[in-house]
């Protein structure tokens, strides 16, 4: 699940524990181009205030306009569905491209125990899918895989939400932070590991946490998960090989270390004399990234994350 999602969540919990109205809209189906793919989420306070997403941005006006020319009646139905984008000026005058049409589940949040236990389970790193009931409202919880997909047949929706994608960076150093930088704006959790006390300084809280102890005791504690990618960029074979052997095998979905080719192969045999097998050796990307001719730290890291990123929403190699 994207964090973003996650954000409007949050937010819905936090309104509704002050008393304050929420709808919360969510996409259910699209056809042809569409701005928001199914399951992005619009949360509408009763002042007008959204946080969230489902177009552009026309389509939000229109969602804050129910909310005032009375469209939004506290005796309405707990659930109904807004379609937009059917006819062709309609599509035009909402922003959606090439006769895009999208459908939202408009639903008034009234009971909000649901957001809490939801978010505590993506807090704890579960997959979570959360059924709602079209007729009544009602939303029940349930576990889910990572195969699960939204699906949506007119009269429940079940939707799937899961922790946030982490990074673990393994090396405090230069090129770590402008990795860090990045990856927070991509919505990665970034988590810092490295024991030598002469790199932690000025590092800014907002750009990572640290993990404490050793590289291959941080892989272990933080419960690496088919979410976590896990870079070493120490340059320092004690270190990184110590991460990369519990790496390999976990259930991280990236494993890799910076170096040249040369280096990636001596480390990629150092493993193995280590005992490593081959399945798990040919997991590890290195060199890094996808080639962009990088050069600088800032290159280098963003060459890095464009291959965190592929691999995350499925692009092959």
């Not at 590991?193 to 993990?211: A, I, L, Y």
Request: aromatic fraction near 6%; glycine fraction near 10%; charge should be negative.
């Amino acid at each position: 699940m994207d964090s973003v999602d996650l954000n409007v969540l949050r937010s819905v919990l936090e309104w509704r524990r002050a008393g304050q109205r929420v709808v919360l809209y969510s996409v259910v189906q699209t056809w042809g181009s569409a701005p928001r793919p199914p399951g992005a989420m619009l949360a509408l306070r009763g002042d007008g205030v959204v946080i969230g997403s489902v177009s552009g941005g026309c389509i939000e006006d229109d969602l804050i306009a129910r909310l005032y020319d009375g469209r939004l009646a506290d005796d309405g139905p707990p659930v109904q569905l807004v379609t937009y984008g059917v006819t062709r000026d309609e599509a035009a005058r909402f922003g959606l491209p090439c006769g895009g049409t999208l459908r939202l589940t408009e639903e008034r949040v009234i009971e909000w125990a649901w957001v809490a236990e939801l978010l505590a389970r993506c807090e704890d790193h579960q997959m979570v899918a959360r059924e709602l009931n079209l007729a009544t409202g009602e939303v029940t919880l349930g576990a889910a895989s990572k195969a699960d997909a939204l699906t949506f047949d007119g009269e429940r929706l079940r939707a799937i939400y899961g922790p946030r994608w982490r990074l673990l960076l393994i090396g405090a150093g230069q090129l770590s932070r402008y990795v860090a930088q990045m990856a927070r704006l991509l919505d990665f959790e970034v988590l810092i590991c490295d024991p030598r006390s002469e790199f932690v300084h000025g590092w800014e809280e907002q750009h990572g946490r640290f993990v404490p102890g050793m590289p291959d005791e941080a892989v272990l504690t933080i419960q690496t998960d088919a979410r976590t990618a896990i870079v070493c960029l120490t340059h320092d074979p004690r270190l990184d090989d110590m991460a990369l052997l519990t790496a390999l095998d976990s259930d991280a979905f990236y494993i890799g270390a910076l170096g040249s080719r040369v280096n990636s192969q001596k480390r990629r045999e150092d493993l193995a004399a280590l005992g490593l097998s081959a399945q798990a050796i040919a997991r590890l990307h290195g060199s890094i990234g996808v080639y962009i001719g990088s050069h600088t730290p800032a290159e280098i890291a963003l060459s890095l994350l464009a291959q965190i990123v592929a691999i995350k929403n499925g692009v092959a190699a």
